[in-house]
């Protein structure tokens, strides 16, 4: 990574100082060449250091090519800190400093002709004077060939790190200075570009440092850019698709609220809210996590009403029975039962639940007093209550009574509310300007127009319920006390719900912190040779304290079995280990490399795996067993083989580096290719798969992080002889990085797919389609796609739109019965796919799902008649809709449901997936005696054809 300095041409901010702007650009112009000058004066690069520097160039460009071509980060992703710190060894200060110069001219970006000469000039200052320290900390310049590991560490790995953080500083105050000439940042915003890349760029010295190794004494050459490169281009990539996923993080919370703010005057609430919040929030000095959770609470703090009856929304708090009353406390809980799967939106799930509760306890749900009151939940009852108060109908965009809501704030202190907060909400709302309340009917009239608009016509307008009011809370709490309602407090039906497993974050603090203690570790061995005279007998020890470590690490792609890359990458260069410094040859034999990896490996089940569920357990065992497998072919292969002329390690030894490193890596390759079935086979149990395309599946996901454990194997391997045992932490932290970006992308896929459940159950919830209606329907969709032949992605977006094909049933006036949409009207199924589609739009990530929700309703025979190109996807939701609806019109008879079907075939529904249909109902049959048997999706996508059918809760009614 890369801070980005801001551009000198753009809009500022700043006052006076920003006249200081032309002399500070000409300032860092001039020091540039000057400093070209006197690097060229304290070290001269010769001929021999020039394939180097263009090989650094070169990857210098692709770093330019490789930013984040949106611009929309304060830090992007470059590489051009670790190739100037790379620069510095092999060519000196004078190479990082015209390195410098050179790479940002060759960024792609639209950039200003001005600001693409200072950023020049900046990144030259930042190596020439990184490279002037390097020296300054002892540095070589350049690296003697015959240096051994400990030399490398003390005269190169230890400046390096010196050099970075000068590198870091520099780079932080040329920026800082830019962005105090802009505007007024206050010393945290200075701080900020050093506070947010220091740890980034320490990570990068270590990276230059490998590179160097690798080039210089492992005799790599230009080799090593391709080895070192491999793992940080997967983190990239991991890097990027998880930024671009966070960014539109706010964009499905808007969705969210959108399909719960379709009454009127919804929307206009939430900005007054969101207004209110503006001058509330700085005065409480709240921590990141409470700020989200206030800040995403307040966005999604009703969507429970969803569930409230017509009849009850369009009462007054007058008007209330005991029965509306009742349903209006559970508004509360409805809402955290949408929301506490969705991991982002945990803390704001809590803070929804308990928005109703009273200082006093006298509140709902729970009953909750005083401090145990979670802070956010504190926060957002009285920006709630204020706003209901102080606008009593959803007409004016002034609050028309905000004194008297400010009394009535007042005078329930220490009651309702917190007193303390009620203190500072009062101060600050008194001292806010004229007119900062002040909410437009529309918050931008460019802005594209919200997902729910056309349904309030359907739903109608008019004067709706207040719930917010404290008058409503002052019934409910008269009504507990009277015993008309049950006392608050968590009862069976109201208690939180328990959150589904995530997949399990990887600690890149643990992981960085073990590796850590593990370097220190193998320096003690190497330290105390008498105590380790075997060098075998240390080799096996450290390796085995690696795999322990890293066994402890795993990701899970998608659908597939869980790993650990880092521990595989460990075992595969234990397996290829030969040779330590001063000792060519190690007697270390197959069964003991594959006696470390199955020790350690049963002490991590031990210890971890076996206390996860029977699945889990089954597949760490058959991951386990498969990188055994690997590990043992390897170690085979280089060490037992009887090649002619003798095992492939001693043949090594006398082959150039760059050949050895390429037939290493072609056979590590080569083995983990052979995973794929092997895999497959473990995750199918035996049932009966498509194989080919599975195994290519397999290929396919798996190919970049498999190209990465085997160029960090290799490497592994190859640097051991020049750096010792210390290799082995300091080459893993590459591949850490990427495991540990992968793992992060992961959890934001998953948090995609909870995000697409609580949209899915929001019609469920407002009573207008049964409950487990989108699972079901999701389940046939993804069985009818498997045997379709669609690829892991389609059947993934398949699956999200089968679950939010009813989310426009939001919008209608009068539920349909039992939400059959297949009975419904063509004009009633062609709207409820418009709206559906618009909210999917709405979160500007699911653009192909809310393709298929769009065109879920069009009917087959216009793809004929009218050429229509109607996604595949949409026909196979149409039909799995539609037989779902028809099992639960027939009495759940698959084969009059399969009747009806056929009576509209060709015209409504597609011939083709109709009979996937029928064959699905029939393999179901088959397998389990039931024909009303029906794969479960998330079996499906892991590669199980078939499941005990649908569960009870999501069986059609």
Not at 305 to 312: C, Q
Not at 706 to 724: D, K, N, P, S, Y
Request: proline content about 7%; aromatic content about 6%; charged content about 20%.
């Amino acid at each position: 990574m890369n801070s980005t300095p801001l551009s000198p041409t753009g809009p500022a901010q700043g006052p006076g100082r920003l006249r200081l702007m032309p002399a500070y650009l000409a300032l860092v112009g001039l020091a540039a060449p000057s400093l070209l000058v006197l690097t060229w004066w304290v070290h001269r690069p010769g001929l021999a250091e020039l394939p180097g520097l263009l090989v650094l160039l070169a990857l210098g460009a692709a770093s330019a090519r490789l930013r984040d071509v949106e611009g929309e980060a304060q830090i992007d992703l470059s590489f051009t800190a670790a190739i100037l710190l790379a620069a510095i060894p092999m060519s000196g200060p004078f190479g990082a400093a015209i390195l410098g110069a050179l790479i940002p001219l060759l960024d792609v970006r639209p950039v200003p002709t001005v600001a693409r000469l200072f950023n020049s000039a900046m990144t030259c200052l930042v190596g020439g004077l990184s490279g002037l320290s390097y020296l300054a900390f002892g540095g070589w310049v350049p690296v003697p060939a015959g240096a051994d590991g400990r030399e490398l560490l003390m005269h190169v790995a230890v400046p390096l790190v010196g050099a970075d953080i000068v590198l870091c500083l520099i780079n932080a105050a040329l920026v800082g200075v830019m962005i105090w000439l802009h505007e007024e940042p206050g010393w945290r915003l200075l701080l900020e570009p050093f506070l947010a890349t220091l740890p980034v760029y320490l990570g990068y010295a270590l990276t230059a440092f490998l590179f160097v190794v690798l080039w210089e004494q492992v005799g790599l050459g230009a080799l090593a850019a391709a080895f070192i490169v491999a793992p940080l281009l997967l983190a990239r990539w991991a890097y990027v698709q998880y930024i671009a996923e966070s960014r539109s993080r706010q964009r499905i919370i808007d969705a969210l609220a959108a399909a719960g703010h379709s009454p009127a005057g919804a929307e206009r609430r939430a900005r007054r809210i969101e207004a209110i919040l503006r001058i509330f929030e700085p005065g409480l000095e709240l921590s990141r996590r409470a700020a989200n959770a206030v800040r995403y609470g307040a966005l999604l703090h009703d969507i429970g009403m969803v569930a409230i009856p017509r009849e009850t929304d369009r009462r007054q708090a007058g008007e209330l029975t005991a029965a509306d009353l009742r349903i209006l406390r559970s508004h509360p809980v409805t809402g955290q039962q949408v929301l506490h799967d969705i991991g982002f939106l945990r803390d704001a799930a809590a803070a929804v639940r308990h928005h109703h509760e009273r200082w006093d306890g006298t509140g709902y749900p729970d009953g909750l007093a005083g401090p145990a009151i979670p802070l956010p939940a504190r926060v957002l009852a009285i920006v709630d209550a204020f706003e209901a108060r102080a606008w009593r109908d959803s007409g004016p965009t002034r609050p028309v009574q905000w004194q008297a809501a400010l009394d009535e704030l007042r005078r329930r202190s220490g009651s309702d509310f917190d007193p303390a907060l009620v203190q500072t909400f009062e101060r600050l709302i008194t001292d806010s300007p004229d007119g900062s309340l002040d909410v437009p009917d529309r918050a931008d009239p460019q802005a594209q127009e919200p997902a729910t608009a056309p349904l309030r016509a359907r739903r109608g307008a008019g004067k709706r319920l207040r719930h917010a009011d404290p008058l409503v809370g002052d019934a409910i709490a008269l009504a507990q006390q009277r015993g008309i309602l049950p006392p608050a407090g968590r009862h069976a039906d109201q208690a939180p719900p328990a959150p589904t497993r995530v997949p399990a974050a990887i600690s890149g603090r643990w992981l960085f912190a073990w590796l850590g203690l593990l370097f220190l570790g193998v320096l003690f061995v190497e330290s105390d040779r008498a105590a380790f005279p075997a060098p075998e007998h240390a080799t096996l020890i450290i390796f085995f304290a690696t795999l322990v470590l890293t066994e402890r690490f795993r990701i899970q792609l998608l659908w597939r079995l869980p790993t650990a890359p880092t521990a595989a990458a460990a075992g595969i260069a234990f397996a290829m280990t030969t040779g330590l410094p001063d000792h060519d040859a190690l007697g270390i034999a197959t069964w003991q490399i594959v006696g470390v990896v199955v020790a350690a490996q049963l002490l991590d089940w031990f210890t971890a795996r076996r206390h996860g569920s029977p699945t889990e357990r089954r597949e760490a065992a058959a991951d386990a067993v498969i990188r055994t497998g690997s590990v043992t072919i390897v170690s085979v292969l280089v060490r037992d083989v009887p090649w002619p002329g003798g095992p492939l390690a001693q043949q090594l030894l006398g082959w150039p580096q760059w050949l050895q490193a390429i037939l290493l890596t072609i056979i590590v390759c080569l083995v983990l290719l052979a995973e794929s079935p092997a895999r497959v086979w473990a995750r199918s149990r035996g049932e009966r798969l498509a194989w080919a395309r599975e195994t290519t599946a397999e290929i396919s996901v798996g190919a970049g992080l498999g190209i990465a454990i085997a160029a960090t194997a290799v490497v592994l391997a190859m640097a051991e002889r020049v750096l010792g045992l210390a290799a082995i932490p300091l080459l893993l932290v590459p591949l850490s990085v990427s495991q540990l970006a992968f793992g992060r992308y992961l959890q934001t896929r998953h948090t995609y797919r909870q995000i697409v459940r609580a949209l899915s159950r929001l019609p469920e919830l407002a009573g207008r389609v049964p409950a487990g209606h989108a699972e079901a329907v999701a389940a046939v969709a993804v069985g009818i796609g498997v045997r379709l032949g669609l690829r892991e992605r389609e059947l993934a977006a398949l699956e999200s739109a089968a679950m939010l094909h009813d989310t426009g049933q939001l919008g209608l006036t009068r539920p349909l019965p039992r939400g059959a949409t297949v009975l419904a009207a063509p004009s009633d199924q062609e709207h409820i796919a418009r709206q559906g589609a618009r909210i999917v739009d709405y979160t500007g990530t699911f653009s192909d799902v809310a393709d298929i929700v769009r065109h879920q309703a069009v009917p087959y025979h216009r793809v004929i008649g009218a050429r229509i190109g109607l996604p595949l996807g949409a026909r196979i939701v149409k039909v799995a809709n539609a037989y779902v609806d028809y099992l639960g019109e027939e009495a759940r008879d698959p084969a009059q449901a399969i009747e009806r079907l056929y009576l509209g075939l060709g015209h409504e529904f597609d011939p083709r997936v109709v009979r996937a249909c029928e064959a699905l109902m029939l393999e179901g049959e088959q397998a389990w005696g039931s024909p009303a048997a029906v794969p479960s999706a998330d079996r499906v996508l892991r590669g199980s054809r078939l499941s005990a059918g649908i569960p009870r809760s999501a069986q059609p009614k």
